[in-house]
């Protein structure tokens, strides 16, 4: 049981990650509204601007994490990071204005950049075999917090706006006081590298990272891919309300139902799928799987048909830890949380594009007067995202496969 605990903290640890980014989720258009006055469709473009910040702090500092966890070792940057989020949640209760929320969200994008050391520590721990199933544990993890974060806050929002930040606070304290006594470091005088500035920004750990023989056209694919798969945070509660008239409450309900289907996939659907089709013909269905949903998403003429719609959209998410897989086998001990933090901030690069071409897609083809009105045009943009994916991802497959042996 002892030796199941560090698992056991990384993986807590991302369940509260996800939770404070979807706790506010099905809120956030009430509360931008609220704090500013604007109308839905002019409140997405707010919620996109917002999403934007967050993207952007884990684009700029996840590879400074990682690179510091390589130097100076997990457990402080992860403990460290959590103690500040449960500062941040703090502001987020009390913010009465835009600009706290903007503090918050850059506060937040800031400490949630330690998912590039969680994925890190899990690769230090992982056989070599192992590390694409490992790292859908990893994403099962954050699937939960997609559950329990809109779930939760839509549950505790009955109490009042500001409770469902002080419960995260808790959680974030809670956890930080939890890793303290069950982590042990990984990183060792073996595999501990040196702190190098030129390598602690996105642009340097690119170049370092994509001399590694097929990883350049992998990480193109893996950062298009986040841009449309982020869809769904982007424009769902902008989206539902606009054209099923659904509440809060109902948002929450479709994000809990979404969440859990997406951590059954990548914890438990995603083994047997590796196991039979390897990690490049996961790859290639996961994102043909994301192509098709994206479609009939975008327009399916009822509610109850887009929550029919979950277990395909949900399927696709087996995409990501495959392409990951792939990239950390092809990677040293010693690079892993360069490369983590690489890949994370391509996240956030994709957390910092996607939500703004989403909403003002979204804008362009909802506001009043709009011609042709269409909310789901998000959705097909998404779709020819994905599609330009499979078709690069099929280009590179040669050296993919060289990567992966």
């Not at 990690?279 to 998403?297: D, I, P, Q, R």
């Given at each position: ?134 790292f859908g544990m990893v994403g099962a993890a954050f699937g939960f917090g997609f559950v329990f974060g809109p779930s939760l806050g839509g549950l505790l929002s009955t109490f009042g ?84 008239a659904w509440d809060e409450r109902m948002v929450g309900l479709s994000l809990t139902v979404f969440g859990l289907s997406m951590a059954f996939m990548q914890g438990v659907a995603i ?135």
């Open positions: 049981m002892k030796s199941r605990l560090p698992i056991f903290f990384i993986l807590v640890t991302l369940v509260i990650d996800a939770i404070g980014f979807g706790l506010i989720m099905p809120m956030m258009p009430a509360l931008i509204r609220d704090v500013s006055g604007a109308d839905l469709a002019h409140a997405a473009i707010w919620g996109g601007v917002l999403a934007t910040v967050f993207g952007l702090m884990q684009f700029l500092f996840s590879p400074l994490l990682g690179n510091l966890s390589d130097r100076f070792g997990r457990k402080v940057v992860l403990l460290t990071s959590l103690a500040i989020l449960a500062v941040d949640y703090l502001i987020m209760a009390v913010a009465g204005s835009i600009w706290l929320l903007f503090l918050g969200r850059i506060i937040g994008g800031i400490t949630s950049a330690t998912h590039s050391t969680a994925n890190a520590y899990v690769a230090d721990i992982s056989a070599p075999e192992d590390k694409a199933a490992n706006p500001r409770v469902p930040f002080y419960v995260a606070a808790a959680l974030a304290g809670a956890n930080f006081f939890f890793g303290l006594f069950v982590l042990p470091e990984t990183v060792t005088d073996k595999i501990r590298r040196p702190f190098e500035w030129r390598r602690a920004n996105p642009l340097g750990a690119f170049k370092a990272i994509g001399k590694l023989p097929g990883l350049q056209g992998l990480m193109v694919v893996f950062l298009i891919y986040e841009i449309s798969f982020f869809v769904y945070p982007s424009i769902w509660a902008y989206f539902t309300l606009e054209k099923f083994r047997p799928i590796l196991r039979k089709l390897g990690e490049a013909k996961t790859t290639m269905l996961g994102m043909g799987l994301n192509v098709l949903s994206f479609f009939l998403l975008a327009i399916a003429p009822s509610g109850w048909m887009i929550i029919a719609l979950t277990p395909l959209s949900s399927l696709g998410i087996i995409a990501s830890p495959a392409i990951m897989g792939i990239m950390s086998r092809a990677a040293s001990d010693d690079q892993q949380g360069e490369l983590q933090g690489l890949t994370t901030s391509l996240a956030a690069l994709g957390m910092l594009m996607s939500p703004i071409v989403m909403t003002q897609t979204f804008f362009f083809f909802s506001h009043e007067g709009a011609s042709p009105y269409f909310p789901g045009a998000p959705f097909l943009f998404a779709a020819v995202l994905m599609a330009a994916a499979m078709i690069l991802f099929a280009a590179t497959q040669p050296k993919t496969s060289v990567a992966a042996e």
